[in-house]
């Protein structure tokens, strides 16, 4: 059975830190990518950032870079968004996400799997 699995997510007032974390099971690790997403009511789902399960390499949205990163941890196939500097704009749902293949994708329709979803709120 296919499963993603986040958490970490809460409230916290803007500047703060928080780290999300994306348990996959079910799935094989070979020659794919994980990533974020997030979304706010009203707009399609935005990329954050993935990561090449094998090589790493990765990639970030504008709006995140140099405050959010994210890391792999593959023995316990976990996937991780650190975020930092956090900031009002930044509340979302913020999904994991999978997608077979090694090359990082920005729209949302490339990802195979995703999670539930946890809810970042940060006030100002």
């Known amino acids: 059975q296919v499963q993603l699995a986040e958490s970490g997510g809460g409230l916290l007032q803007a500047g703060g830190s928080l780290r999300l974390s994306c348990a996959a099971s079910g799935l094989t690790f070979s020659n794919v990518v994980l990533g974020w997403f997030r979304q706010v009511p009203g707009k399609e789902r935005e990329f954050v950032a993935a990561?090449?399960?094998?090589?790493?390499?990765?990639r970030y949205a504008d709006s995140v870079k140099g405050r959010f990163a994210i890391s792999r941890d593959r023995a316990k196939n976990t996937v991780y968004l650190q975020m930092d500097r956090l900031k009002p704009e930044d509340t979302a749902v913020y999904y994991c996400?999978?997608?077979?293949?090694?090359?990082?994708?920005?729209?949302?329709?490339?990802?195979?799997?995703w999670g539930q979803g946890t809810q970042v709120t940060v006030s100002s």
């Open positions: 996400a999978y997608k077979r293949g090694s090359s990082i994708s920005l729209s949302e329709r490339e990802y195979d799997y």
């Open positions: 990561v090449r399960w094998g090589l790493g390499s990765p």
